[in-house]
């Protein structure tokens, strides 16, 4: 079944629509593909082994080792957002509203994951673009990469940030991950919301996962919007190291497995309620942790 054979293959997950998937061979010609039997386990941007079955079909045999995996779970399965990526954009707008729950929850699944996470502010031509940079200052002053743009105008400033990277696009429905990947690679022509998304929220235009070549070294993959982010495969210590700024007071709680929701002398909640730690940050952690522990019981019953 395995290796040589005429009809085998190694090549990279271009596309990802549920379980079809696009290959890209060496040659750069492409090959439909499938997975065997209920696997689901592939993603776009990983690399893998294909056996074809003549013209232009084949399965995957095998998926290669990952460098990086980006993916949400909630209580019943892990949901693969993207392999090998090394960034991750997390796309905002002002237009329709963002919620920056949904932000940490990505830049929680970015340290967790090891990938650097980029934060861009989109639709800066919206007046209510100001409201939205101000939001973004808690991150801001965590020392992430936050950059403001208009993808209608002007996508210059974030080109150098792409290159040389694969990069994934993420973030919820219509706040222009498509648009901007529409400019970046301009013979991509990938279907965007047609009209403005004002006050609903978002479209859901973007179905599957495609990773579109900028130039010879950088890649970019769209991705479908987001809604909801759990990580309930990320256990309490964990959860709590990719909230960056808790590291330093980890450790320092009355209790050694304090999971800083209500223990008393928490080191965590006494640096919030001092300050030093977002109240925003704290209440996502707190809802990361919930989750995980109430699907576990779930589980478990
Ligand atoms: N005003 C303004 N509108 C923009 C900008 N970028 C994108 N849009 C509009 O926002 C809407 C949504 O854009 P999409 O690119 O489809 O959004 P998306 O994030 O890919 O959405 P999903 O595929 O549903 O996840 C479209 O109507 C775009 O024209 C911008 O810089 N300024
Ligand atoms: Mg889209
Ligand atoms: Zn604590």
Not at 54 to 83: F, H
């Amino acid at each position: 079944m395995s290796g040589g054979g005429a009809s085998a293959a190694e090549g990279r997950i271009v596309a990802a629509f549920g379980r079809s998937y696009r290959v890209e061979l060496a040659d750069g010609s492409t090959v439909e593909c499938s997975t065997r039997g209920k696997r689901s386990d592939a993603a776009c941007g990983d690399y893998v082994h294909i056996q074809r079955s003549g013209g232009n079909s084949g399965v995957i045999d095998a998926i290669l080792p990952r460098k990086t995996l980006l993916y949400r779970s909630d209580a019943y399965k892990q949901k693969l957002i993207a392999a090998n990526v090394t960034q991750v954009v997390i796309v905002v707008a002002a237009m329709p509203s963002f919620y920056e729950d949904l932000v940490n929850r990505c830049l929680a699944a970015c340290e967790h994951g090891g990938i650097t996470p980029l934060i861009v502010l989109n639709k800066t031509d919206l007046p209510q673009s100001e409201a939205a940079w101000a939001l973004l200052a808690t991150h801001r002053a965590l020392g992430y990469r936050v950059l403001r743009l208009s993808a209608k105008q002007d996508i210059a400033p974030l080109i150098p940030l792409l290159e040389k990277q694969t990069s994934v696009l993420v973030g919820q429905s219509g706040m222009g991950k498509s648009t901007l990947v529409n400019r970046l690679v301009p013979d991509a022509s990938v279907r965007v919301a047609e009209t403005s998304v004002a006050l609903d929220s978002g479209k859901h235009t973007t179905t599957g996962a495609v990773l579109h070549h900028i130039n010879d070294h950088s890649d970019l993959i769209d991705s479908p919007g987001l809604q909801v982010f759990g990580l309930h495969h990320i256990n309490v210590e964990d959860t709590a190291q990719a909230f960056i700024e808790f590291r330093p007071r980890l450790g320092q709680c009355r209790f050694r497995d304090c999971t800083h929701r209500v223990e008393p002398g928490c080191a965590i909640d006494d640096g919030c309620k001092a300050g030093h730690i977002a109240a925003s940050r704290l209440a996502s952690y707190r809802g990361l942790v919930e989750e995980a522990v109430r699907s576990r019981a779930r589980r478990y019953d």
